[in-house]
């Protein structure tokens, strides 16, 4: 009987070889690995899953291979890697790549090695903002009757999280604030999860803004980003989301693009490159991204006034991934924390390995998730903050959870809430 032929990537959003073939096996990315770290483990780095995507690229391992698919999954897309790679590597583009190839090979019984998402879940949530606030509501339900913390005790997978769930929700209405004199106007990135649970932080963001200079607009016309649908594979939706988002922009006539959460911005900045086969929205989608800032940078190149008090609250930071390591901003927040701090930023040991949130991966990898999550919450209670500052939402939910398993007293907080606090009069 012959052999069955090895399965490799379609032609589709495949793996480039011009991008794997860059790595020169240096493994200088393997301590800044969060999974590496972990497992100690060659095919957990980087280096090993690229050496794993280039054999099925050139045919010498299958696409549905168990061991591949794993580890596909297994990587928490932080970039940190790329942030140190001497060679540039574009790692997530290749890992966004392989997955998206994984999620196209997925009728095979033994491509199914990662707990992801289904597609209609992801389509119904993101695509229709209407129904994750309904669901985000029902959570909040639960969480008042005191039936997630029932559920967490268990171990059900999320419920730890949804305990954390603010309870500010955020419309995009066609809001319009004007600042006097106005600088210029910031159109505010609603976003998926942030309306639904983070309206307290959109609302500390206009404030800011106004402070600064800048007008804001929040017009109805955008949606989720899509980084959830390219985490997952699914490029397609995440282009379908990408294009509401870029023609909302364009319409709306604002100067610049302000988004207040890490993965997000790291998304709407890479407009360009999802579309980069595309000829017809090549050139918007690149423009597009252009234009997107993160609220901190933003913040940080503004004339602000001094703030009305000072800060006294012991306060750490924890770095984002897709802020530090997707869009490099390490410097802004703290320069705007030491602002409005009354003593110096506790700095504290791995600020920038990531906490486990990873978009949906404490959901889909619960158990490495939650070794991460241990992790950072053991890096925080050394530093003796009671507060940790953050700029992205599930950071904030995961670091929050993390500390309540831990028993430590701390407080999670969004660097626009403390800079806004800071800047509110008093009363």
């Given at each position: 009987?012959a052999?069955?032929?090895?399965?490799g990537?379609?032609?589709?959003d495949r793996?480039?070889?011009?991008?794997?073939d860059?790595?020169?096996?240096?493994?200088?990315?393997?301590?800044?690995?969060?999974?590496?770290?972990?497992?100690?483990?060659?095919?957990?780095?980087?280096?090993g899953?690229?050496?794993?995507?280039?054999?099925v690229?050139?045919?010498?391992?299958?696409?549905?291979?168990?061991?591949?698919?794993?580890?596909?999954?297994?990587?928490?897309?932080?970039?940190?890697?790329e942030?140190?790679?001497p060679s540039?590597?574009?790692y997530?583009?290749?890992?966004?790549?392989?997955?998206?190839?994984?999620?196209?090979?997925?009728?095979?019984?033994?491509?199914?090695?990662?707990?992801?998402?289904?597609?209609?879940?992801?389509?119904?949530?993101?695509g229709?903002?209407?129904?994750?606030?309904?669901?985000?509501?029902?959570?909040?339900?639960l969480?008042?009757?005191?039936?997630?913390?029932?559920?967490?005790?268990?171990?059900?997978?999320?419920?730890?999280l949804a305990r954390?769930?603010?309870?500010?929700?955020?419309?995009?209405?066609?809001?319009?604030?004007?600042?006097?004199?106005?600088?210029?106007?910031?159109?505010?990135?609603?976003?998926c999860?942030?309306?639904?649970?983070?309206?307290?932080?959109?609302?500390?963001?206009?404030?800011m803004?106004?402070?600064?200079?800048?007008s804001?607009?929040?017009?109805?016309?955008?949606?989720?980003?899509?980084?959830?649908?390219?985490?997952?594979?699914?490029?397609?939706f995440?282009?379908?989301?990408?294009?509401r988002?870029?023609?909302?922009f364009?319409?709306?006539?604002?100067?610049?693009?302000?988004v207040?959460?890490?993965g997000?911005?790291?998304?709407?900045?890479?407009?360009?490159r999802?579309?980069?086969?595309?000829?017809?929205?090549?050139?918007?989608?690149?423009?597009?991204?252009?234009?997107v800032?993160?609220?901190?940078?933003?913040?940080?190149?503004?004339?602000?006034p001094?703030?009305?008090?000072?800060?006294?609250?012991?306060?750490?930071?924890?770095e984002?991934?897709?802020?530090?390591?997707?869009?490099?901003?390490?410097?802004?927040?703290?320069?705007?924390?030491?602002?409005?701090?009354?003593?110096?930023?506790?700095?504290?040991?791995?600020?920038?390995?990531?906490?486990g949130s990873?978009?949906?991966?404490?959901?889909?990898?619960?158990?490495?998730?939650r070794?991460?999550?241990?992790?950072?919450a053991?890096?925080i209670?050394?530093?003796?903050?009671?507060?940790?500052?953050?700029?992205?939402?599930?950071?904030?939910?995961?670091?929050?959870?993390?500390l309540?398993?831990?028993?430590?007293?701390?407080?999670?907080?969004?660097?626009?809430?403390?800079?806004?606090?800071?800047?509110?009069e008093?009363?």
């Open positions: 009987m052999e069955h032929a090895l399965r990537f379609s032609d589709t793996p480039r070889s011009t991008v794997y860059t790595c020169i096996r240096c493994g200088l990315c393997l301590p800044s690995c969060p999974t590496y770290l972990e497992t100690m483990t060659e095919t957990s780095g980087p280096r899953r690229i050496s794993l995507i280039k054999a690229g050139e045919g010498r391992l299958d696409v549905h291979s168990p061991g591949f698919v794993g580890q596909m999954w297994e990587c928490l897309d932080c970039r940190a890697c942030a140190v790679c540039g590597v574009a997530s583009q290749l890992i966004e790549t392989a997955r998206a190839q994984v999620e196209r090979a997925k009728s095979a019984p033994d491509s199914r090695a990662a707990r992801t998402p289904p597609r209609w879940l992801l389509h119904t949530l993101f229709n903002l209407a129904m994750l606030r309904w669901c985000v509501g029902a959570l909040r339900w969480q008042r009757f005191g039936l997630m913390a029932v559920a967490a005790r268990f171990g059900l997978a999320g419920a730890a954390e769930l603010p309870q500010a929700s955020f419309a995009a209405r066609g809001q319009h604030v004007t600042a006097a004199p106005s600088a210029g106007v910031a159109f505010l990135f609603a976003g999860i942030m309306s639904a649970a983070f309206g307290d932080v959109h609302e500390a963001t206009i404030r803004l106004r402070r600064a200079g800048l804001t607009v929040v017009p109805p016309a955008q949606g989720c980003c899509g980084a959830i649908a390219v985490h997952a594979g699914d490029r397609q995440a282009r379908r989301l990408a294009r988002n870029i023609v909302g364009e319409e709306s006539g604002a100067d610049v693009y302000v207040n959460a890490a997000c911005g790291s998304m709407l900045k890479e407009y360009g999802l579309f980069e086969d595309d000829e017809r929205w090549r050139e918007r989608a690149a423009r597009f991204s252009g234009q800032r993160d609220v901190t940078e933003v913040l940080d190149a503004m004339e602000l001094p703030p009305a008090r000072r800060i006294t609250e012991r306060t750490t930071y924890q984002p991934c897709h802020l530090a390591h997707a869009q490099r901003i390490t410097a802004a927040p703290r320069r705007l924390l030491a602002r409005v701090l009354s003593r110096p930023l506790i700095e504290m040991h791995e600020s920038a390995v990531c906490c990873a978009g949906i991966y404490n959901l889909t990898q619960p158990q490495m998730a070794r991460l999550q241990r992790r950072k053991a890096a209670a050394n530093t003796g903050a009671t507060t940790v500052a953050t700029a992205n939402p599930g950071c904030a939910l995961q670091v929050a959870a993390g309540r398993e831990a028993g430590y007293a701390g407080t999670v907080r969004h660097v626009v809430e403390i800079l806004d606090d800071a800047y509110s008093p009363g």
